[in-house]
């Protein structure tokens, strides 16, 4: 797959998943533009790939402000000209019973991880319908979509959202050319992969934990234009975990 400079715009690109993601398209020729509210992790993140023979710049983004993501925008198109993918990435995680968590922990939980997803898509797509070639866009959501442990309440209904979401854009934006899929990652260990234990390994199908590598390699699926016919899809890239029946014996 060739990205050569195709613009990409990575959000919560300083740190994890969109680290790798970002670093992935950088190796493929692609011009990257990385969004964190990171700003240290961030430039030495644009720096590296710098230094990689990459090209890419740190824009300091928090995706909770529409003012930041029109920034991020402005400033994409006035160094790169446009923008041709847009990996929705960035995203807060709250483990909290329901019985305590305020409404100000919901309210921003759902601006980051969901409302985020929207504006970016939105003001992005407006960048993307002048390409020739259209654009595509990846939303980062989550098995926990579809699948809950205890306390997950406002992080389920942002990735629900977001899967819900993406279908609605795909249909909205296809006559622009523009692609809309979800990404719905199971257990990818972004620190201590070493760490881990067998059992961590070999309950998935796949006999392994996943890896950041993981969702950059399905990313670049998504968004190659060969693969254009597919849009609206939550593709789950879990190991299989969605799929394995478990009891409690």
């Known amino acids: 797959m060739s990205f050569k400079d195709l613009v990409v715009v990575v959000t ?16 493929q020729g692609a011009k990257v533009v990385l969004a964190d509210v990171d700003e240290t992790e961030g430039e ?50 709250r483990w909290k019973s329901p019985y305590e968590l305020t409404i100000d922990e919901w309210d921003d939980i759902i601006n980051t ?18 390409n020739e070639s259209g654009g595509s866009i990846v939303n980062l959501a989550s098995t926990r979509a579809t699948m809950s442990e205890p306390h997950t309440e406002a992080y389920a209904a942002t990735k629900g959202g977001i899967v819900a979401l993406t279908h609605a854009l795909a249909i909205s934006l ?30 998935h199908p796949s006999n392994r934990v996943g890896t950041p590598a993981d969702i950059s390699r399905a990313c670049m699926y998504l968004t190659n234009v060969e693969n254009n016919f597919v849009t609206g899809a939550n593709l789950v890239v879990d190991g299989g975990m969605t799929r394995k029946m478990i009891y409690e014996h």
Request: aromatic share 6%.
């Open 113 to 130: 991880n969901l409302r985020s997803v929207f504006l970016c898509s939105r003001e992005a797509a407006k960048v993307m319908r002048k």
């Open 174 to 203: 296809g006559d622009d050319n523009i692609t809309v899929n979800a990404i719905s990652p199971g257990w990818v260990e972004t620190s201590d992969y070493d760490g881990l234990r067998e059992i961590d390994h070999t309950q």
């Open 12 to 27: 919560g690109a300083a740190n994890g998943i969109g680290k790798d993601v970002s670093r992935a398209y950088a190796k």
């Open 44 to 93: 030495g993140h644009a720096e590296a790939i710098q230094r990689q023979g990459g090209e890419a710049i740190f824009v300091k983004t928090d995706v909770r402000k529409e003012g930041d993501i029109l920034n991020l925008v402005e400033k994409t198109v006035s160094t790169y000209g446009t923008i041709h993918i847009l990996i929705n990435n960035a995203g807060v995680s």
